[in-house]
Each structure stands twice: as structure tokens, then as C-alpha cells.
């Protein structure tokens, strides 16, 4: 794909990663794969802001070339110091080796780690200034959005606002403007991204939109660092980052569950059966079926987690042990919660479900529901119940 032109002599430069499945090792599946947004400024200085995943730096630097000549770049901006968005400055600082590059102290340091060579670097810190010629970038710091070294910087007179990890998505498209692609699809891994990545940090995520509000700085174009660029509506991200970041829920239960034998499957039916014929909105999850990225991304603004599982040795089985271990990092609040399970000669499950969620913050509303092996016709009304039970607890 060829560039494609912001605001006058700004450019997108970045690259498409049609076919990656996987983000951050296996955690984040990435379906409609990704973007590595990197951004070219012109003026009386050329600034680049970000450059792209290391396999696609010959691509990223093609891009480039067809504006200015490489050894023309002045200042490079690195926002975030990860692979996806610092991997190819060693390639490019080969072309302009003079070019002075600007991050956070946390950037410098995890930079010459990374790469383990000298460069002409600059450090800097919230509301620091970079002078272009007509155009200046002030920089924002915003640590753990989502690393430690994690900056913003902010066109000032095109009032382009580059949030590096924040706002983005995983979406891999020949469009790059939100008004080009479907909204659906669009806020769908928005809201995905949020909570894979952003969810466990909600707190500093209220501060910082907080903070730029009290800059009262006008944005008229969000540019992530990965997937589309928001010129259309950019409020309609920031408006959402709020909303989640306040773990703002809606009356929807997500049921998750694992079964050995098929008796915990049966429970958790019944139980959304329930669900169901209370009228409130309701998703169902085999774990070891199921995209635990999508699983997540209901679970965002749902009001209602149910967890089940059989039991195994004593203890829960191992797939949604590690999911439950997941969610506890993602450290949702406001929720309400309930635990079942099925066993044989011994149980175990559903009272360690029950503790993880208390550990995760989640308050248990209802006692769990424990079946010794596949649940007769009484039990599986006491199921069926138990979720109407669960359902009436959001009335």
C-alpha cells in the first residue's frame, strides 16, 4: 500500500500485517491481523514518529523514500520502546545516522537494551516541546498506557493527537480512516484492544484523558499506532476509553466453563436457560473452544461473570485455571459472580472458582452449585434455577 496523506505533509508511512494470528505471544488473537502505524512529518525539520515491526523495515523505508530521501529525517519520535513500534530504528538510523531521536527516560533505556547501540537521544517529559518550523510536537508522558516508557506526542497546529498503544485496534484494512470502514466492525476491535491490553490500567486511563481535557487541547485527528486513524470522530474513541475505563457494565452475563465429560456443559445450558428467560442478554463459552481474546472482550462490559468447571484432582481444570488467572490481571470492578461445577468421586472446582473471583474482586451474589456426575432431570431445574436466580440478582 502506498502512503497516504493525513493533513498537509503529514503522512502515513506505516505498514499492514494482513496475516498475523498472534499478538504478544499467543495471549491476543488477532483475527483481522494488524497496522504498524508510523507517521512523516514535513516541514523546515522532517520528523518521523514511530517506525514499524523489524520484518517490515525495507517497507516502512520504501514509503518513506518516496517523500523525502531517508537521510533528510531530522528527529525521530519514539512513543513506546516494544518491537512493533521501535524494530526498525536501527535500519532507519542507518539511512540518518545524524537524525536526533526523542522518548521517554524509560524509552532511552529500554532502547539501548533492545539494540545495544549509541544514538543521539533526547529525553523528555510531559509538555516538553519539539520546534519543526511552522509545525510543534508537545510530548506527554503516560506510563503503563500500557509500558513504563509510553508517551504521547500532539501536533499542535494540526491537532493530531499520536497515543502510540492507545486507541488503537488490531485491524488489518486498505483503509486507514475511521469514516472508510465499518463501524461495527470497527468499534468491535476497539473495544477488543481495550480490553486485552488497556483494561487492567483503567485507573491511569481515566487520569490521563483527565489531564489532556485540562491541557484543553483540541483534537481533531487521533492517529494510533495500530489500525485505523480516527479523523471523523475522534470523540467517539475517546468517549469510549472513558466509558470502559470506568468499567461502566450493562446487563449481560457471560458464562464461561470446562468439562471433562460433558456433565459441566449440561449445567452451564441450563443455567443460560435461565438466563435467557429472564431477558437479560447472555454469552456462552467453552474455554477450550472459544478465543479467550473474544471472551474478554464480552466480558468488558458485562455486568455478570459465571465460571464452571469439572473437577480434577481436587482442583479446577487446568485451561480455565489459567483463564481465571488472566481475567484476575485484567482486575475488573463491579462485578457480580457465581460459580458451578460438576465431580465424581470428589469435588473441589467450584469453591476454587469461587476464591479466585473473590480474589479478583468479583462479589459472589449467589453460594455455588456443585453436581456429583451428570445432573439428573431435579438437578438440572436447580441449574436451570440457579440462573434465573442469577439473572433476578441485576434487577
Not at 19 to 33: S, V
Not at 89 to 102: M, Q, R, T
Not at 308 to 315: C, E, I, K, R, V
Not at 337 to 355: H, P, Q, V
Request: glycine content about 6%; some cysteine.
Amino acid at each position: 500500500m502506498s502512503v497516504v496523506e493525513l493533513k498537509d505533509k503529514i503522512y502515513w508511512v506505516g505498514v499492514i500485517d494482513w496475516n498475523i494470528r498472534n499478538f504478544h505471544g499467543q495471549t491476543y488473537k488477532t483475527k483481522r491481523g494488524t497496522t504498524y502505524n508510523s507517521y512523516l512529518i514535513l516541514d523546515e525539520k522532517v520528523a518521523l514518529i514511530d517506525t514499524v515491526y523489524t520484518p517490515f523495515s525495507e517497507e516502512m523505508i520504501q514509503k518513506i523514500t518516496k517523500i523525502v530521501p531517508p537521510e533528510k529525517i531530522d528527529y525521530i519520535v519514539m512513543n513506546h520502546v516494544e518491537v512493533d513500534h521501535s524494530g526498525s530504528l536501527p535500519e532507519i538510523l542507518k539511512l540518518c545516522p545524524k537524525a536526533k531521536v526523542f522518548g521517554t527516560l524509560k524509552c532511552k533505556e529500554g532502547l539501548y537494551k533492545n539494540y545495544y547501540f549509541n544514538m543521539d537521544f533526547q529525553v523528555v517529559k510531559t509538555l516538553d516541546k519539539l520546534n519543526l518550523g511552522r509545525k510543534t510536537l508537545t510530548f506527554i508522558e503516560a506510563p503503563m498506557l500500557h509500558w513504563p516508557d509510553s508517551m504521547f506526542s500532539y501536533l499542535v497546529e494540526d491537532e493530531i493527537l499520536f497515543p502510540n498503544d492507545a486507541f488503537g485496534q488490531h485491524y488489518a484494512t486498505s483503509q486507514r480512516f475511521d469514516d472508510e470502514v465499518d463501524q461495527a466492525v470497527l468499534m468491535e476491535e476497539a473495544s477488543k484492544y481495550y480490553a486485552n491490553i488497556l483494561w487492567p490500567f483503567s485507573g491511569l486511563v481515566l487520569k490521563k484523558i483527565q489531564e489532556i481535557q485540562n491541557m484543553k487541547i483540541n483534537i481533531s485527528m487521533i492517529a494510533p499506532s495500530h489500525g485505523i486513524i480516527w479523523r471523523k470522530e475522534p470523540q467517539k474513541i475517546l468517549n469510549a476509553y472513558t466509558s470502559w475505563a470506568k468499567n461502566e457494565t450493562k446487563q449481560k452475563i457471560v458464562v464461561v466453563y470446562e468439562t471433562m465429560w460433558g456433565a459441566t456443559e449440561i449445567m452451564a445450558k441450563k443455567i443460560v436457560e435461565g438466563i435467557i428467560d429472564c431477558g437479560i442478554e447472555v454469552k456462552l463459552f467453552d474455554i477450550t473452544k472459544s478465543d479467550v481474546t473474544d471472551i474478554v472482550k464480552e466480558m468488558l462490559d458485562a455486568k455478570g461473570y459465571v465460571i464452571g468447571s469439572s473437577t480434577h484432582d481436587n482442583d479446577i481444570l487446568p485451561t480455565i485455571t489459567g483463564f481465571l488467572e488472566f481475567l484476575k490481571g485484567l482486575k475488573p470492578k463491579n462485578r457480580i459472580g457465581f460459580a458451578f461445577g460438576s465431580y465424581g468421586w470428589s469435588g473441589g472446582a467450584t469453591k476454587n472458582i469461587e476464591n479466585i473471583l473473590k480474589e479478583t474482586g468479583i462479589e459472589l451474589v449467589q453460594q455455588g452449585l456443585s453436581i456429583k456426575f451428570f445432573p439428573d432431570e431435579t438437578e438440572q431445574k436447580l441449574c436451570y434455577d440457579s440462573g434465573v436466580n442469577f439473572a433476578k440478582s441485576f434487577v
